[in-house]
């Protein structure tokens, strides 16, 4: 097809057999389009056996796509074109659904927002919202081995493009074993190496930039109203833009239902970081977007809608639970005890229920050697993960609390209010609860990370999550200065990525007073 300004876009269509007229699925992808998010969907094969047109399109400037590729500009009128032709395709039923995860999820944002009539539902899965804030930068923290490893990713599809050997090897290399030098100086000679990616602008446009606002699809979507289905993960780097979808379309009349698995970016597999979850992991999205797709798009009555509109896997009980909608229960607060060393010894910090006198932990930020990504939700080590060896670690403090008594169970936001200070004008908090088997091997659960500064009390906002503890298991707060790779280091300054190099980073030194600080914890009834 051609664009309106002339751009050739190239797609595979995949029929079914008969005559139709058939609804048509529609994939737009930056990728490659024989890929075909095959990574966590059935192939497009398999759903044009259920009586669908699947049509999986390489986006501008990608793939065999004419046109310069440039990550979100495109794709809201880009998309409206290309529903235009997907549904006058021959045998076309003229309804349109769009499906398709993280870039492909953004794509279908972008579209909804261009209003074609055409588009009856969507499925966006793991897709950003907000581009800085679910995407690029968490808490004011550049995530710096995610963006490297995507600018690289697709910086080396532009050297295939162009034939250029040599630099798709070396961005190959950076997008899957970034060196030690490149990670430490992002701003240096890595940088000059992506320079016709979006890397530099990530590193330099200010939080409040338009630049993030007209690559948000977020800001693009009011009074957008279509049936959406949500799929997200606990451990997916991009929860937060998949919870503001959710929120966002549900202010409509249209209905919506959200999916979160246990699953990190991908695979959506039971394999989640180094923990096998068994049978119930399994990825039900093939089946459900199918029975969403035929209620909307074939007018199948299958009782889709007679379902609970939310489900939440349980990491704790690893089993699905049926929601009517997602929880946010008022915090329960539990407050951080201790004797003032809690970076030394384990049992030293304590995470208590009722407040308590305790005392000020210190720890000292050395970048020579930071504190370890380990689990989590970002590369290069995302899902559940044992970082008890993290834990112990005298650049760490923990808080943990008795064993439990009693079923405890967590489902919706989870927050880390820290009384806490540095010698440097700019630092980092990273918070990280777990839970600690009889073993007393710490998991993680989930995390947050801010960059602030000043003296005072710092709201940490972890990340969302829905677990059951049982008797015998304890909770577990971690705080540290870094996360690294996972997010780039603080020198201090509170200056931007691309302002900072690999020498300015300075040690630092952190104070937290553990009587004005606590935990806020999602408490609801365990139920069976």
Same mark, same amino acid.
């Given at each position: 097809?051609?664009?309106?300004?002339?751009?050739?876009?190239?797609?595979?269509?995949?029929?079914?057999?008969?005559?139709?007229?058939?609804?048509?699925? #529609?994939?737009?992808?930056?990728?490659?389009?024989?890929?075909?998010?095959?990574?966590?969907?059935?192939?497009?094969?398999?759903?044009?056996?259920?009586?669908?047109?699947?049509?999986?399109?390489?986006?501008?400037?990608?793939?065999?796509?004419?046109?310069?590729?440039?990550?979100?500009?495109?794709?809201?009128?880009?998309?409206?074109?290309?529903?235009?032709?997907?549904?006058?395709?021959?045998?076309?039923?003229?309804?349109?659904?769009?499906?398709?995860?993280?870039?492909?999820?953004?794509?279908?944002?972008?579209?909804?927002?261009?209003?074609?009539?055409?588009?009856?539902?969507?499925?966006?899965?793991?897709?950003?919202?907000?581009?800085?804030?679910?995407?690029?930068?968490?808490?004011?923290?550049?995530?710096?081995?995610?963006?490297?490893?995507?600018? $690289?990713?697709?910086?080396?599809?532009?050297?295939?493009?162009?034939?250029?050997?040599? #630099?798709?090897?070396?961005?190959?290399?950076?997008?899957?074993?970034?060196?030690?030098?490149?990670?430490?100086?992002?701003?240096?000679?890595?940088?000059?190496?992506?320079?016709?990616?979006?890397?530099?602008?990530?590193?330099?446009?200010?939080?409040?930039?338009?630049?993030?606002?007209?690559?948000?699809?977020?800001?693009?979507?009011?009074?957008?109203?279509?049936?959406?289905?949500?799929?997200?993960?606990?451990?997916?780097?991009?929860?937060?833009?998949?919870?503001?979808?959710?929120?966002?379309?549900?202010?409509?009349?249209?209905?919506?239902?959200?999916?979160?698995?246990?699953?990190?970016?991908?695979?959506?597999?039971?394999?989640?970081?180094?923990?096998?979850?068994?049978?119930?992991?399994?990825?039900?999205?093939? $089946?459900?977007? #199918?029975?969403?797709?035929?209620?909307?798009?074939?007018?199948?009555?299958?009782?889709?809608?007679?379902?609970?509109?939310?489900?939440?896997?349980?990491?704790?009980?690893?089993?699905?639970?049926?929601?009517?909608?997602?929880?946010?229960?008022?915090?329960?607060?539990?407050?951080?005890?201790?004797?003032?060393?809690?970076?030394?010894?384990?049992?030293?910090?304590?995470?208590?229920?009722?407040?308590?006198?305790?005392?000020?932990?210190?720890?000292?930020?050395?970048?020579?050697?930071?504190?370890?990504?380990?689990?989590?939700?970002?590369?290069?080590?995302?899902?559940?993960?044992?970082?008890?060896?993290?834990?112990?670690?005298?650049?760490? #403090?923990?808080?943990?609390?008795?064993?439990?008594?009693?079923?405890?169970?967590?489902?919706?936001?989870?927050?880390?209010?820290?009384?806490?200070?540095?010698?440097?004008?700019?630092?980092?908090?990273?918070?990280?609860?777990?839970?600690?088997?009889?073993?007393?091997?710490?998991?993680?659960?989930?995390?947050?990370?801010?960059?602030?500064?000043?003296?005072?009390?710092?709201?940490?906002?972890?990340?969302?999550?829905?677990?059951?503890?049982?008797?015998?298991?304890?909770?577990?707060?971690?705080?540290?200065?870094?996360?690294?790779?996972?997010?780039?280091?603080?020198?201090?300054?509170?200056?931007?990525?691309?302002?900072?190099?690999?020498?300015?980073?300075?040690?630092?030194?952190?104070?937290?007073?553990?009587?004005?600080?606590?935990?806020?914890?999602?408490?609801?009834?365990?139920?069976?």
């Amino acid at each position: 097809m051609q664009t309106r300004d002339g751009v050739r876009l190239d797609a595979d269509v995949y029929y079914p057999v008969g005559a139709g007229p058939f609804p048509v699925l #529609l994939m737009r992808q930056p990728y490659g389009r024989r890929i075909a998010s095959t990574v966590t969907y059935a192939h497009p094969s398999w759903y044009a056996r259920q009586g669908y047109i699947v049509v999986i399109q390489d986006v501008r400037g990608r793939g065999s796509s004419e046109g310069e590729f440039e990550p979100f500009v495109y794709e809201g009128d880009d998309g409206y074109d290309t529903l235009e032709w997907v549904s006058r395709l021959p045998g076309s039923s003229g309804r349109v659904g769009m499906y398709g995860f993280s870039y492909q999820g953004v794509a279908q944002l972008f579209a909804a927002a261009s209003r074609h009539p055409a588009l009856a539902a969507i499925c966006p899965g793991m897709a950003g919202f907000d581009l800085y804030r679910d995407w690029a930068y968490e808490g004011g923290a550049f995530r710096l081995y995610n963006s490297l490893s995507w600018a $690289a990713q697709l910086g080396a599809e532009t050297a295939r493009r162009n034939g250029d050997h040599g #630099l798709f090897a070396e961005r190959y290399r950076v997008g899957h074993t970034p060196s030690s030098a490149e990670l430490i100086d992002p701003a240096g000679s890595v940088r000059e190496l992506l320079a016709d990616t979006f890397y530099a602008d990530w590193l330099s446009a200010s939080a409040d930039s338009d630049y993030w606002r007209a690559r948000s699809p977020g800001a693009q979507l009011d009074d957008i109203d279509l049936p959406a289905l949500h799929v997200g993960g606990w451990f997916d780097s991009f929860l937060t833009g998949t919870l503001a979808g959710y929120r966002h379309f549900a202010k409509g009349q249209s209905p919506q239902r959200l999916l979160i698995g246990p699953w990190t970016h991908l695979p959506w597999t039971p394999a989640v970081g180094s923990v096998w979850l068994g049978e119930a992991a399994q990825s039900p999205v093939d $089946a459900l977007q #199918l029975r969403w797709f035929d209620y909307f798009l074939k007018d199948i009555d299958n009782g889709v809608l007679d379902e609970p509109m939310v489900a939440l896997y349980d990491l704790g009980a690893r089993a699905w639970r049926d929601l009517t909608e997602y929880p946010m229960p008022a915090p329960s607060r539990w407050h951080l005890v201790s004797n003032g060393r809690a970076n030394l010894d384990l049992t030293a910090g304590r995470l208590c229920e009722a407040a308590q006198a305790g005392g000020v932990d210190v720890i000292v930020n050395d970048p020579w050697r930071p504190v370890p990504v380990r689990g989590g939700h970002l590369a290069p080590a995302a899902g559940i993960e044992d970082r008890t060896d993290v834990d112990a670690r005298p650049d760490v #403090l923990t808080y943990t609390s008795a064993p439990l008594e009693s079923t405890l169970q967590l489902a919706g936001p989870v927050a880390a209010v820290l009384a806490c200070e540095s010698d440097q004008d700019s630092f980092d908090l990273f918070a990280v609860l777990s839970i600690v088997g009889r073993d007393g091997r710490a998991r993680n659960l989930t995390q947050g990370y801010l960059r602030t500064e000043g003296a005072g009390q710092h709201r940490v906002e972890l990340r969302t999550t829905c677990a059951r503890l049982y008797p015998g298991q304890s909770l577990r707060l971690s705080v540290s200065g870094s996360c690294y790779p996972a997010f780039a280091l603080n020198d201090g300054s509170g200056r931007e990525p691309l302002a900072v190099r690999a020498a300015d980073y300075r040690i630092s030194t952190l104070r937290l007073d553990s009587n004005a600080s606590w935990l806020e914890l999602p408490l609801i009834e365990a139920g069976d």
